[in-house]
Every structure is written in structure tokens, then in C-alpha cells.
């Protein structure tokens, strides 16, 4: 018999995630190694296990993950956004829990691109009056 799956696609700055949820012991392998070791900082593995704490299904799901692009921060953000649509797949009955904590929808917030003629985004060359 085939075994359940859960595909789905998080995104958060310029990182994409693409995430895969089965039922299992809650082993996570981001880019074919344990979290643990892909992101050394506590706040970004904390940040893509936050819909598992609000569902109250830590370690119910083995989770593969392949994200490229974009910072740590970035791509654990991207890693939550591709979990939470996952689990949404999984049992419906999750939409309302992670909708209020605002895991939905993605963040569309992304850096401004460099104009010509300035320095950066907003930021302009020094104006000399003589």
C-alpha cells in the first residue's frame, strides 16, 4: 500500500521550501542533514517547529525538506510556511488554528530592488549644491 505523503511549497523572502510530511517519529532532514545541524540558531529551529506546538502534533510527522536561497532566517521561515500548508493538507481541522497565528498566508515582504541613478533602494548619492 502507498504510504501517505504531504507535499507542499513554503516560501519567505527570497528562500523557497519544498516540504514533505508522512506520518512517522518527528525526524527532520532539511537539505539531507538533521535540523539540528543545518540551523545552528535556536530561534530558527523553534520558528519551523511552531506549527507542530500549535497543533499539538510534535513528533507525529517525519519531515524532508529542500530549501534554497534567502538567509537561515529565510529559509526556516519558508520551512514553517511549506510545514504549516503541509499539516493543513493533512487534516483540514488545522486551517483555523494556524490561519489565527497568521502561518497561512506568506509574508510577502521581500528586499526592494536597487534604482539607477541612486544608491540604493531609497537611499540617494550625497546632493552637493556647488
Known amino acids: 500500500m502507498a504510504e501517505l505523503v504531504f ?5 519567505r523572502k527570497m528562500a523557497v521550501a519544498r516540504t514533505w510530511l508522512k506520518p512517522g517519529k518527528g525526524e527532520i532532514i532539511v537539505n539531507n542533514k538533521p ?6 540558531l535556536d530561534g530558527a529551529r523553534h520558528m519551523l517547529l511552531q506549527p507542530f506546538e500549535l497543533t499539538n502534533t510534535m513528533g507525529e510527522f517525519d519531515i ?5 536561497g534567502g538567509g537561515a532566517l529565510g ?23 494556524l490561519k489565527k497565528a497568521g ?6 515582504r521581500t528586499k526592494e530592488r ?7 533602494a531609497r537611499a ?4 552637493s549644491k556647488r
Open 124 to 127: 540617494r548619492f550625497q546632493f
Open 64 to 68: 524532508k525538506v529542500t530549501v534554497k
Open 35 to 40: 535540523v539540528e545541524e543545518y540551523f545552528s
Open 75 to 97: 529559509q526556516a521561515g519558508a520551512i514553517r510556511h511549506g510545514i504549516t500548508k503541509a499539516l493543513f493538507l493533512s487534516n483540514p481541522d488545522f486551517r483555523l488554528v
Open 114 to 120: 536597487k534604482k539607477y541613478g541612486q544608491r540604493g
Open 7 to 11: 507535499y507542499a511549497t513554503g516560501k
Open 103 to 108: 502561518f497561512i498566508k506568506r509574508d510577502p
